[in-house]
Nanobody, 123 residues
Framework: QVQLVESGGGPVQAGDSLRVSCVAS????????MAWFRQAAGKEREFVAA????????IYADSVKGRFTISRENAKNTVYLQMNSLKPEDTAVYYCAARLLLLSTKASEYNYWGQGTQVTVSN
């Protein structure tokens, strides 16, 4: 059983940068594909980015491509989401997720979830 804890969210201005982190415990971190999803108020949870468990492959939602970067440090059991050029539409609760299998953009295919961290971007 994997436990995920996000941190690093907060209020920022449009154009700012922010890095959120997710620390995993209770499992062998390197075996898991790690992903970030987000959910804005009144909207469905949406895929943001994912990092494969092997090979270093990453995928991004079109809405964040070129602005966000996902990375992981297996030695620290941590996955990061570096967010640059933030926009008000990036405002959401950001969730970390994990699965044992290959890369996926579908929330239903991730088995483990953190509690989320709020990111609020204002003009």
């Amino acid at each position: 059983q994997v436990q995920l804890v996000e941190s690093g969210g907060g209020p920022v201005q449009a154009g700012d940068s922010l890095r959120v982190s997710c620390v995993a415990s209770g499992g062998t971190f390197s075996r898991y594909t790690m992903a970030w999803f987000r959910q804005a108020a009144g909207k469905e949870r949406e895929f943001v980015a994912a990092f494969s468990r092997t090979g270093g492959s990453t995928i991004y939602a079109d809405s964040v491509k070129g602005r966000f970067t996902i990375s992981r440090e297996n030695a620290k059991n941590t996955v990061y989401l570096q967010m640059n050029s933030l926009k008000p539409e990036d405002t959401a609760v950001y969730y970390c997720a994990a699965r044992l299998l290959l890369l996926s953009t579908k929330a239903s295919e991730y088995n483990y979830w953190g509690q989320g961290t709020q990111v609020t971007v204002s003009n």
